[in-house]
């Protein structure tokens, strides 16, 4: 179910950013999971928004100017 | 000198393969046990470790283990300092979760809202699953067809987590019909899971 598709995940500032991200992604109904931040990417405990490629455009259009966003990045498994 | 000892293990029941183990190390310098069970590898690991042998295992395809022991120079395998109990400290009893909140820590309702859900995403990524998991007071609605981490739960009842919801606090919440994953169980169930529990942890 999980690992086979790439994703891409949104970092932020900080938590409360995230939270407002996903507040507007559940009102806009835009698929998105909740996760921790990879290990990969840094190993401090935060959490970031992961979504699937098709939904890319949507979401950023979704967050521009509402969220500050600090990167997209590509999960590779 | 160089030669290795084999000691096929399978098929006995414990201490007999760390008995088996330990006489061979104690006649041979380099020793291949081969084992059929987690409990008789971890156990004859255990004896070698402590007898001071370099201990070496490799999984086989048919589901095997193969311990390679070598003493180390100038080692000296005493004859009567191991006790081959069948200890099986590392696997007890059952791997618990126990959630007794929709939230991990305490303090900040929100924040803790957030690392709930991190934290079952973890750990239905990970390869140790646990092997129950129990669901209480605010708990149970981490267990609801809303929940945030619903698919995670899914996802570690698909691979045989087994998951127990209290009945209780469903009826106490009124949400009993709106349970999405686990069965409904009770105080005995959940009582009789934690104190056999090798491992509990509560986030």
Redesign the interface.
């Given at each position: 179910?999980?690992a086979q598709a790439s994703y891409y995940v949104i970092l932020f500032k900080s938590?409360s950013y995230?939270?407002k991200a996903e507040k507007i992604l559940k009102a806009e109904k835009l698929p998105h999971?909740?996760?921790?931040v990879p290990k990969q990417i840094s190993s401090d405990c935060g959490?970031c928004l992961r979504f699937e490629p098709a939904f890319q455009d949507d979401i950023k259009a979704a967050l521009t100017s509402k969220v500050e966003i600090e990167e997209i990045r590509r999960l590779i498994h | 000198m160089s030669e290795i000892k084999i000691v096929n293990a399978t098929g006995l029941a414990c201490p007999q393969p760390v008995v088996l183990a330990k006489q061979a190390i104690e006649a041979s310098e380099h020793v291949r046990v081969i084992v059929d069970n987690d409990t008789a590898l971890e156990n004859v690991k255990r004896m070698g470790t402590k007898l001071g042998c370099d201990v070496k295992t490799e999984k086989k395809n048919d589901g095997t283990f193969e311990i390679d022991l070598k003493r180390k120079a100038g080692a000296i395998v005493s004859k009567d300092d191991f006790d081959p109990s069948c200890s099986t400290t590392t696997l007890s009893g059952p791997f618990v979760i126990v959630c007794s909140e929709d939230k991990m820590g305490r303090g900040n309702d929100?924040?803790g809202a957030?690392l709930i859900?991190?934290f079952m995403?973890?750990i239905a990524?990970q390869a140790e699953k646990p092997d129950v998991m129990i669901f209480y007071n605010t708990g149970v609605k981490l267990a609801l067809q809303e929940s945030?981490v619903l698919?995670d739960l899914k996802?570690l009842a698909a691979e045989g987590v087994e998951m127990l919801v209290c009945g209780t606090c469903l009826n106490y919440f009124e949400v009993k019909d709106r349970l999405g994953v686990g069965v409904v169980s009770n105080m005995y169930d959940i009582v009789g899971t934690m104190s056999k529990a090798g491992r509990l942890i509560n986030p």
């Amino acid at each position: 179910m999980k690992a086979q598709a790439s994703y891409y995940v949104i970092l932020f500032k900080s938590v409360s950013y995230a939270l407002k991200a996903e507040k507007i992604l559940k009102a806009e109904k835009l698929p998105h999971k909740l996760i921790p931040v990879p290990k990969q990417i840094s190993s401090d405990c935060g959490v970031c928004l992961r979504f699937e490629p098709a939904f890319q455009d949507d979401i950023k259009a979704a967050l521009t100017s509402k969220v500050e966003i600090e990167e997209i990045r590509r999960l590779i498994h | 000198m160089s030669e290795i000892k084999i000691v096929n293990a399978t098929g006995l029941a414990c201490p007999q393969p760390v008995v088996l183990a330990k006489q061979a190390i104690e006649a041979s310098e380099h020793v291949r046990v081969i084992v059929d069970n987690d409990t008789a590898l971890e156990n004859v690991k255990r004896m070698g470790t402590k007898l001071g042998c370099d201990v070496k295992t490799e999984k086989k395809n048919d589901g095997t283990f193969e311990i390679d022991l070598k003493r180390k120079a100038g080692a000296i395998v005493s004859k009567d300092d191991f006790d081959p109990s069948c200890s099986t400290t590392t696997l007890s009893g059952p791997f618990v979760i126990v959630c007794s909140e929709d939230k991990m820590g305490r303090g900040n309702d929100e924040l803790g809202a957030v690392l709930i859900r991190a934290f079952m995403h973890t750990i239905a990524g990970q390869a140790e699953k646990p092997d129950v998991m129990i669901f209480y007071n605010t708990g149970v609605k981490l267990a609801l067809q809303e929940s945030e981490v619903l698919d995670d739960l899914k996802e570690l009842a698909a691979e045989g987590v087994e998951m127990l919801v209290c009945g209780t606090c469903l009826n106490y919440f009124e949400v009993k019909d709106r349970l999405g994953v686990g069965v409904v169980s009770n105080m005995y169930d959940i009582v009789g899971t934690m104190s056999k529990a090798g491992r509990l942890i509560n986030p």
